[in-house]
């Protein structure tokens, strides 16, 4: 058996999901026609109580479609220096938009508002002009941490208070609202644009969206056309996008307990010196005596496959095909490293 815990990408659609991809009805997307891409993008606007939502081959591309709605050439965003939008879409910020980045820090990969406050440039002729602020929910890097919502709101304040966009990179939103209990419409009320993954802890093979307003949703689709994100039958894919909606979000409860027992695994190991808080379904371990190549390479001869995440960290996500079945299986396995 193998377990693969590199990410909650892995996963295969379940038997469910692919008769709902089969029976999908579909049309020309670009056309607007497709009638499941509609009824994914109205059904997923409606949930977040938003006025709109466009469907795209991967997060990379609504993340960056939002900051490209929302700079300009020469601004800046302001975001954790452990963002995804900074540290894993290649350099996006500055080749999509030609913007700048400014960094900050904070404890498992979040910032509050006093510190978006004091990053807002001058308005003076030396310094890009601040426009968006980025949020991420859950935190990769923060080994899965959650904003609450009453986190967000003065973040919000201070982004009203000085004309600035706010955007969630929300990959894994859900993951988040099922361990708060928070509302999905509280959380849309917050941002301008809010990115979501169906293909990460919901299981869907491909698919992200990015919720918004008519306007910036009708300015996103000319983009996601520019692009090359312009699907035509998209509706098989996104018939799973709806099933998962369905069926798909209650039981990262789930994947969140199973995780928390992974992580108690972990600490048992003589090299493992720290397992970052465990609220969702990732598990950053920080290693001791041990190199992070070595650890994955002995998990690897035992079947169970991890990513390394920095120069003494590795990263174990849980997902729906790691079951009780997968987890005894791996806490047997981890005790015999
Ligand atoms: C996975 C992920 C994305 C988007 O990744 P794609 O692979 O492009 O879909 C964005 N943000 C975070 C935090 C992610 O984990």
């Not at 035992?302 to 997902?319: M, Q, Y």
Request: proline share 3%; glycine share 8%; with cysteine.
């Amino acid at each position: 058996m193998i377990i693969d815990l590199r990410s909650d990408t892995v996963t295969r659609p379940t038997d469910g999901m692919k008769e709902a991809m089969f029976a999908a009805p579909v049309g020309d997307d670009v056309f607007g026609e497709d009638p499941t891409v509609n009824a994914l993008e109205e059904k997923a606007a409606k949930l977040f109580d938003m006025e709109a939502s466009l469907f795209c081959p991967s997060g990379t591309m609504t993340n960056q479609i939002a900051i490209r709605l929302h700079t300009r050439i020469q601004s800046e965003v302001i975001c954790h220096k452990y963002s995804h939008v900074y540290l894993y879409e290649g350099g996006g910020i500055m080749s999509n938009s030609l913007a700048s980045v400014k960094l900050l820090e904070g404890d498992l990969g979040k910032i509050s508002a006093e510190q978006v406050k004091a990053a807002i440039n001058p308005d003076d002729v030396h310094a890009p002009e601040t426009t968006l602020v980025s949020l991420e929910n859950t935190m990769n890097k923060g080994g899965g941490s959650i904003y609450t919502l009453e986190e967000v709101k003065p973040i919000r304040q201070i982004c009203d208070e000085n004309g600035l966009k706010l955007h969630l990179d929300g990959a894994r939103l859900f993951n988040a609202l099922v361990e708060s209990g928070e509302s999905t419409a509280s959380w849309g009320a917050q941002f301008d644009t809010i990115s979501i993954c169906l293909s990460k802890g919901l299981g869907c093979p491909v698919g992200s969206l990015l919720l918004g307003t008519k306007a910036d949703i009708k300015r996103a689709r000319k983009v996601r056309k520019v692009w090359g994100g312009g699907m035509r039958q998209a509706g098989f894919l996104a018939a799973a996008g709806i099933y998962a909606l369905d069926n798909h979000v209650e039981r990262l409860a789930d994947d969140h307990a199973r995780a928390r027992v992974l992580g108690e695994m972990l600490l048992k190991l003589p090299f493992v010196s720290e397992v970052f808080p465990v609220v969702t379904n990732i598990v950053i371990a920080r290693l001791d005596g041990i190199l992070p190549d070595e650890f994955l390479r002995k998990l690897a001869e035992k079947d169970i496959k991890a990513v390394k995440f920095g120069s003494d960290l590795v990263r174990f996500v849980t997902h729906l095909d790691f079951e009780d079945e997968q987890l005894e299986e791996f806490c047997e396995q981890v005790l015999n490293l």
